[in-house]
């Protein structure tokens, strides 16, 4: 198993990114057989859970720092996890990655298949 994320960029406060989630180059595996979350990792700072979707029914979790803004969501026929990301906020910089578990979860400890990540930056 092997992500790679995009998507990210500078945006002003209050503004929208939308982050993707893929499987790497030819690896052709299905997203839809892992949950899959997305963290964050500010300059120093841990890595820490923004929000995972499970495999199958597609249950949804999310830090609390991010209900009601972020939103996540599989699109199965692009084989891709997608992290909509509203209302942007200066602490939601952050080099974002995703990776890929057999249960959902907001630790970081069951993932694997982390890519380059991609960064998020909000500022004016």
């Known amino acids: 198993v092997q992500l790679e994320e995009s998507g990210g960029g500078l945006v002003q406060p209050g503004g929208s990114l939308r982050l993707s989630c893929a499987a790497s180059?030819?690896?052709?595996?299905?997203?839809?057989?892992?949950?899959i979350g997305w963290f964050r990792q500010a300059p120093g700072k841990e890595r820490e859970g923004v929000s995972c979707?499970?495999?199958?029914?597609?249950?949804?979790y999310y830090a609390n720092s991010v209900k009601g803004r972020f939103t996540i969501f599989r699109d199965n026929s692009k084989n891709t996890v997608y992290l909509q990301m509203n209302s942007l906020k200066p602490e939601d910089t952050a080099v974002y990655y995703c990776?890929?578990?057999?249960?959902?979860?907001?630790?970081?400890?069951?993932?694997?298949?982390w890519g380059q990540g991609t960064q998020v930056t909000v500022s004016s």
């Open positions: 979707i499970s495999s199958g029914d597609g249950n949804t």
């Open positions: 180059g030819s690896s052709g595996f299905s997203l839809d057989d892992y949950a």
């Open positions: 990776g890929a578990s057999l249960y959902p979860s907001l630790g970081d400890s069951p993932y694997d298949g």
